[in-house]
């Protein structure tokens, strides 16, 4: 009766409200959308989509784009943001709350972010590298009179160059130069791990202190960088756009932008590119956004939400294509070189084609470091999202030894310097094949593909998308449309299986620079990141059913009920009052 009294006078239940308090919530929707869009708004905006929409036809790789998002990416988006929503539990106990059978998938994700964790921040310290060297008083990769230029070293701007920019007959760029022996001071092989270098592990260092910071607090002090964190580089971006769309022949790099070419799309490899770069973009898969969607209050139109930030994501990525394109327009023209000479996608984008590009340009060291500073921040928001996730589900599985007291913000500090440590492997001078192993077996597609396979029929045919539909509708009001439900039971699954497929039947040997091919044993290494991370998944299939008693199939059955006060706990959890019906006075009280 007592909790009906408090439904009825819009107050929670004494011990819900306690526990709720402790766990936190966003102290503004604002929060909550800034924190999604730093989360999902990343590199891959900037450095993947440009390069991915001028190679595979221009406007006409929008087709399988939209496709992929349709199908895939707004239908897992929706689900992962509401199922965080609906049962208020982080990475792995929400799926525990929906289907104890598969929590594992919820180790796997958090596996992933651990790792993911380890390996990227690694480009946040040499871009901060980079945005220090940017207050010199001359660009340090703008000349070749530095002690690591070699005697081939030439400085491009002086040049007309048919060839490939980059590697002019017998010589080399000052830029690449400052990115291979300054920088990265890279090695022949990952075989020659050499020194760590000490700037670089400051850089790491400064990175990580960044990162705890903003998570320390939990939702508290997320919520509240945020507000410089996933603001700051949209108006950098608008910064670079306007400057990019008044440089002289950035209508030419433009036309190469967006030019379709509908031939294209007979390759099979574009509507490849056009599914990962869905995944690579929209966080899908990897925990974070059930972890930040879990801070909502219960009564929060997730559903709503999810589309306008799926909009603003891809919406960025399409913007940032003009801020790349002019300014590869721009540096074509000044340089007297056809377009695909200077277009480049990942890092090669960010540390050597866009320093290039800004020595070109007047006021050099201003342009530098309003780049970097983007840079820094839109790698900020997703690792700062990623450690959010990790320590979110460790608090949820063990609220009582993690929340009390100061114990939260030791656990913290205990995994970033974890993290930091190995990564001081990526800062050595084998770095860079180690990355490059880390993000080809372990945040590659193929993984994430898997997961999404899993969650969509998970919640599609086991929990069941009419369920889920109706748990979305009794948190906002109204069910979300059927084809999201129809995405989830067939569309999804199909597609994802189709591409993994393909993926799997065109797979090569990994490369480091399409040259380098990495020893026996690296392979091995990236096989087993990746299989660290999808075992757990049928190991703790195996684990819930030997745990179960009965013959098989009601191990099954048992095992993936949902918990039986998940309704109830979800409303709770969500500090929220459930108003009572005028017919609840005229029955007896029923708990």
Request: glycine share 8%.
């Amino acid at each position: 009766m007592a909790d009906s009294l408090c439904r009825l006078c819009h107050l929670p239940p004494k011990t819900t409200s306690q526990t709720v308090e402790e766990r936190g919530k966003w102290g503004s929707k604002k929060e909550f959308i800034l924190s999604v869009a730093g989360a999902i708004i990343g590199l891959g905006n900037v450095w993947r989509f440009p390069y991915l929409c001028y190679k595979n036809g221009g406007g006409a790789f929008f087709i399988p784009y939209i496709l992929f998002l349709v199908t895939c990416g707004i239908p897992l988006f929706v689900l992962e943001i509401a199922l965080g929503q609906y049962t208020s539990q982080g990475g792995i106990m929400c799926w525990r709350k929906v289907c104890p059978l598969f929590e594992g998938i919820g180790y796997a994700s958090q596996m992933i972010i651990f790792y993911g964790n380890i390996s990227y921040i690694v480009i946040l310290a040499w871009a901060f590298l980079y945005f220090f060297s940017s207050f010199s008083g001359q660009l340090p990769w703008a000349t070749c009179n530095n002690t690591w230029n070699t005697d081939s070293c030439v400085v491009l701007n002086n040049y007309n160059i048919t060839a490939n920019w980059t590697f002019p007959v017998n010589s080399s760029s000052s830029v690449m130069e400052f990115w291979q022996r300054r920088v990265l001071r890279i090695s022949d092989g990952i075989e020659a791990i050499g020194n760590i270098q000490w700037d670089l592990s400051l850089c790491l260092l400064l990175a990580w202190v960044i990162c705890y910071f903003c998570v320390w607090k939990g939702v508290r002090s997320t919520g509240k960088a945020t507000y410089i964190t996933a603001t700051f580089p949209f108006v950098m971006l608008i910064v670079l756009f306007i400057r990019g769309m008044t440089l002289p022949g950035a209508l030419h790099g433009i036309k190469y932008y967006l030019y379709p070419n509908p031939a294209r799309l007979a390759d099979p490899q574009v509507w490849m590119d056009a599914g990962t770069q869905i995944f690579y973009s929209y966080a899908i898969c990897l925990g974070c956004l059930t972890t930040l969607g879990s801070y909502n209050k219960y009564n929060n139109n997730c559903y709503k939400d999810s589309f306008y930030l799926c909009l603003l994501n891809s919406g960025t990525s399409f913007i940032s294509g003009f801020a790349i394109f002019s300014v590869l327009g721009y540096m074509s023209q000044k340089q007297g070189v056809d377009i695909h000479s200077v277009a480049e996608s990942g890092p090669g984008l960010v540390f050597i084609v866009y320093p290039q590009a800004v020595t070109l340009l007047p006021w050099p060291q201003v342009w530098s470091m309003c780049f970097f500073l983007m840079i820094i921040l839109l790698g900020v928001d997703g690792q700062f999202a990623g450690l959010e996730s990790i320590m979110t589900s460790l608090t949820d599985i063990y609220p009582s030894q993690i929340r009390k007291g100061y114990r939260r913000e030791f656990f913290l500090l205990l995994i970033c310097a974890i993290c930091y440590v190995f990564g001081l492997l990526l800062v050595t001078e084998a770095g860079a094949y180690i990355l490059q192993i880390f993000d080809h077996y372990v945040c590659s597609g193929p993984t994430l593909l898997l997961m999404a396979i899993f969650q969509s029929v998970i919640i599609g045919w086991i929990y069941g998308a009419e369920r889920f539909s109706d748990n979305i509708a009794d948190m906002i009001g109204y069910k979300p449309l059927s084809l999201i439900k129809y995405c989830w039971m067939y569309s999804t699954p199909l597609i994802c299986s189709g591409t993994l497929v393909f993926l799997i039947l065109r797979h090569s040997p990994l490369r480091f620079n399409n040259s380098y091919v990495y020893p026996w044993w690296a392979y091995w290494i990236g096989w087993f990141l990746a299989m660290s991370s999808l075992m757990l998944i049928p190991v703790t299939v195996v684990y819930k059913l030997a745990k179960e008693k009965g013959t098989f199939w009601q191990r099954v059955k048992s095992s993936s009920r949902p918990a039986d006060d998940l309704p109830v706990m979800a409303k709770e959890m969500a500090n929220i009052c459930v108003p009572l019906r005028v017919s609840d006075l005229d029955r007896p009280e029923q708990q």
